[in-house]
């Protein structure tokens, strides 16, 4: 299995205060995705980067932002949850935007 | 645009019966495509992918899958479904170049005995 971790695995918050997920690998590929996974909708993208420093939008991006100063690390930060971001945000990595992507186990945020 | 689309939201097949899960993608040229699969609370697993070559895939737990041009598809297939092939299943695509993956939103396959 991919070397990749998420954390917190779980976590409940209430609408208004700043969330940050992390996603970790230990594989050094060079790109990292933040997915959100709900009923009817599937996997829908909300940011990726391609290298440190280097990210980009999208399909759902209102709402996130994201930070990779590290290789092995991608930070997803909701500056002010909302109950609209009750999810299970899942991390995925891969060499290449066309190459497959190995994915993370998740984490469950609920905003109360 | 290039999307993805999985007719088909939940499927039950009886256990040992065969298994074909659709998909359609809609993009001018050749798209690079994937399969993965679910499992309750876990992440996603590569079944297998396509991106040029032999039209008929193989991939990891006897799944396979064919891509047809002319029909815009690239269906799952197994002969023989177990039990444990109970999943959500995904297909994805992307194009040369630099765009990420584009996912369907998923049929959910049970198996009963």
């Known amino acids: 299995d991919a070397g990749i971790t998420q954390s917190p695995r779980h976590k409940v918050t209430e609408t208004g205060t700043p969330v940050t997920l992390r996603c970790h690998q230990t594989?050094?590929?060079?790109?990292m995705y933040w997915y959100r996974q709900d009923p009817g909708h599937g996997l829908r993208l909300i940011h990726y980067s391609y290298g440190v420093k280097d990210t980009d939008k999208g399909e759902v991006s209102d709402g996130y932002s994201v930070s990779r100063s590290k290789t092995e690390d991608f930070l997803l930060t909701l500056e002010s949850a909302t109950s609209s971001q009750t999810s299970v945000y899942f991390c995925?990595?891969?060499?290449?935007?066309?190459?497959?992507?190995?994915f993370g186990p998740g984490t469950r945020l609920t905003v109360t | 645009a290039q999307s993805v689309t999985q007719p088909d939201i939940h499927i039950t097949v009886s256990e040992g019966a065969s298994l074909e899960l659709r998909c359609n993608y809609s993009y001018g040229a050749t798209p690079y495509l994937f399969w993965y699969v679910q499992s309750p609370g876990q992440g996603l697993q590569l079944l297998l992918k396509y991106f040029s070559g032999d039209t008929l895939v193989q991939g990891i737990k006897g799944f396979e899958a064919e891509f047809k041009r002319s029909q815009f598809s690239f269906n799952l297939r197994k002969p023989s479904v177990h039990w444990s092939d109970a999943a959500e299943y995904f297909c994805a695509l992307t194009r040369s170049g630099n765009t990420p993956l584009v996912f369907g939103k998923g049929t959910r396959l049970s198996v009963i005995a």
């Open positions: 594989e050094n590929h060079r790109y």
């Open positions: 995925a990595i891969s060499e290449g935007l066309t190459y497959e992507q190995y």
